[in-house]
């Protein structure tokens, strides 16, 4: 299976600034989409942004001149850049990624892979 490991969440005032990465670990074949969601307690989870293996990108329309999603394919890593951060982006995001792996037997498999989350909170 494809682990994601997520990082960059944090504490941070209204108008500032954070990054955050994901970067995916197995036995990985190929990535076709990343992408970063958010969910508050309660609430559905949400997709925020997304970037296709060509690079193509989706942002949901609250955070769009805001946030920058991108990827470094050489490192299987998704980044996004949270700029003019507002406390209705307080939330935990998760990295999704939908990759194909080899398993222990060489099999090609699929695996729609979801991060542990990491939290964001912006404060007035």
């Known amino acids: 299976q494809v682990q994601l490991v997520e990082s960059g969440g944090g504490l941070v005032q209204a108008g500032g600034s954070l990054r955050l990465s994901c970067v995916a670990s197995g036995n990985i074949a190929s990535i076709n989409n990343m992408g970063w969601y958010r969910q508050n307690p309660g609430k559905q989870r949400e997709l925020v942004a997304l970037i296709t293996g060509g690079g193509g990108t989706y942002y949901v329309d609250s955070v769009k001149g805001r946030f920058t999603i991108s990827r470094d394919n050489a490192e299987n890593t998704v980044y996004l850049l949270m700029n003019s951060l507002k406390p209705e982006d307080t939330a935990v995001y998760y990295c999704?990624?939908?990759?194909?792996?080899?398993?222990?037997?060489?099999?090609?498999?699929?695996?729609?892979?979801w991060g542990q989350g990491t939290q964001v909170t912006v404060s007035s």
């Open positions: 999704n990624a939908q990759a194909s792996y080899r398993d222990i037997q060489g099999y090609l498999k699929r695996d729609d892979a």
